[in-house]
């Protein structure tokens, strides 16, 4: 595996989306064709439903492995004012979409969502659905911080609805902890997980990092050991992204020889995987694990698991809808981005202009590459019909994966493709053979993060 893991070890996307970010056709986007997409997508999807990503960039400290976009204040007097543009720019959306539309999932995200406070947060949700109707089965869901999400913020979340809810654990050495600057205690994490059990959330999520500075296969399993204590319904086991290139700032606080080598992190997704396993998680998708009442691993067993800009979910809408700056948003036929900046963010909403800076408008090629790369992710598998790849060069794509079927990493039928068990940690590589955007055009500087 050792070998395997060299050899694989390069930088790599992580199929968020399909083309991925560097690689939008910016240049033949336009605002105009984003809001005739959208309108386009919810008339054709309106049974469907939508969903809504709100971004929420306010963080009292700077986490340094985080590659979100953020602004690090204590001024909470920042809130209001976001607030009242993230409602100005539903409103604009909802306007464009000319119906009220029904919303299926919405995702708080950051930055740190509890920074807000909880009768912000109450306000921000119930402005929403003021323009909406809620799914009969509206999944609501939002990121904590254990050392500022309170009690209080659970129950008001709770009591407009929210019942998912995903806490940033990272890893409980403190040697770590002081590393990445995001200390906190096992005691916090423990106090936010059972307040949201006795309050009623049905999933409860911790977020877990391998990789990070300075952290050993022993940290790796002492903070496996303390998650299995507090059991949460599903976790998110993934590899740190260093980018310091660029991400700068936070991740710059460390050298390149701090981090684990590609040895030693593979290592510790490896035993860390097994000790998941033996503790009753399942491998539902691409450093994802979820216990079997969760709704994660259902999806994963009925083949409705999605994978989108807010990671994997349990159910897909046509359109996506991301509100707030650097929010990106999906019609299913093209992505469009919003502008980072606070301050244009919300001066370009008080101005009633839908904030998108750049885009990217899904070709015939772009479509069919993304619904495989999309299955791989999702199923570990992908298939096709005679005569459905007519219009790419697809035995390119076999070619590509010829060496990784020599490996064992994949099997290739005669029009199916399959993630052997063996190949499931190398699933960005084997997702990269499909990606002909990233084949034509090798970038000049490095762009992602290692894919092992």
């Known amino acids: 595996m050792c070998n395997l893991t060299n050899k694989y070890n390069v930088p790599g996307p992580r199929y968020t989306s399909y083309p991925t970010v560097p690689y939008w056709d910016i240049d033949s986007f336009s605002a105009k064709k984003w809001r005739l997409n959208v309108k386009s997508s919810f008339d054709q999807s309106k049974e469907e439903g939508i969903s809504l990503y709100i971004h929420l960039p306010f963080c009292e400290r700077m986490c340094t492995f985080c590659g979100c976009h953020k602004r690090i204040t204590k001024r909470h007097e920042v ?49 929403i659905f003021s323009l909406a109707n809620k799914a009969v089965d509206t999944t609501l869901s939002f990121e904590g911080h254990p050392n500022n999400t309170t009690k209080a913020h659970l129950q008001a979340l709770f009591d407009v609805g929210f019942r998912r809810v ?158 707030g700056a650097s929010s990106i948003s999906d019609s299913w036929n093209a992505f469009a981005q919003n502008v980072k900046n606070i301050e244009e963010y919300q001066h370009l909403v008080d101005h009633d202009i839908i904030p998108v800076y750049r885009g990217h408008v899904l070709n015939k090629e772009d479509k069919l590459i993304r619904k495989h790369i999309l299955n791989l992710m999702c199923q570990f598998e992908t298939s096709w019909e005679v005569g459905q790849t007519n219009f790419i060069d697809f035995q390119h794509i076999i070619d590509n994966l010829t ?38 055009k090798k970038p000049e500087t490095r762009l992602f993060s290692m894919t092992v």
Not at 410 to 438: H, Q, W
């Open 79 to 127: 809130e209001t004012p976001y607030i009242i543009a993230v409602l100005k720019e539903w409103a604009l959306y909802r306007d464009l979409l000319g119906n009220k539309p029904t919303i299926k999932e919405l995702h708080l995200g950051g930055g740190t969502p509890t920074f807000f406070s909880p009768e912000n947060l109450t306000k921000l949700i119930n402005g």
């Open 166 to 323: 995903c806490f940033g654990v990272q890893d409980y050495n403190k040697t770590v902890q002081r590393a990445i600057n995001r200390v906190q205690p096992v005691k916090n994490v423990s106090n936010v997980t059972q307040w949201a059990r006795e309050i009623g959330y049905a999933s409860i999520g911790h977020d877990i990092i391998y990789g990070l500075p300075f952290q050993t296969l022993e940290n790796v399993k002492n903070t496996l050991a303390k998650t299995n204590e507090l059991r949460p319904d599903r976790l998110a086991f993934y590899s740190y992204a260093h980018v310091p290139w660029l991400k700068g700032n936070g991740q710059r606080g460390y050298r390149d020889e701090d981090l684990p080598s590609a040895e030693n992190k593979k290592l510790q997704y490896e035993i860390g995987k097994k000790l998941l396993t033996v503790l009753g998680y399942h491998d539902i998708g691409m450093d994802h694990f979820a216990l079997e009442g969760d709704s994660l691993f259902s999806a994963s067993q009925n083949g409705q698991l999605h994978r989108n800009f807010m990671g994997y979910t349990a159910s897909k809408t046509q359109l996506m809808i991301g509100l």
């Open 403 to 440: 060496e990784l079927e020599n490996d064992g990493l994949v099997k290739v039928g005669s029009n199916t493709i399959r993630v052997t068990e063996k190949g499931r940690p190398f699933i960005r590589n084997i997702s990269m053979a499909f990606d002909l955007k990233l084949q034509r």
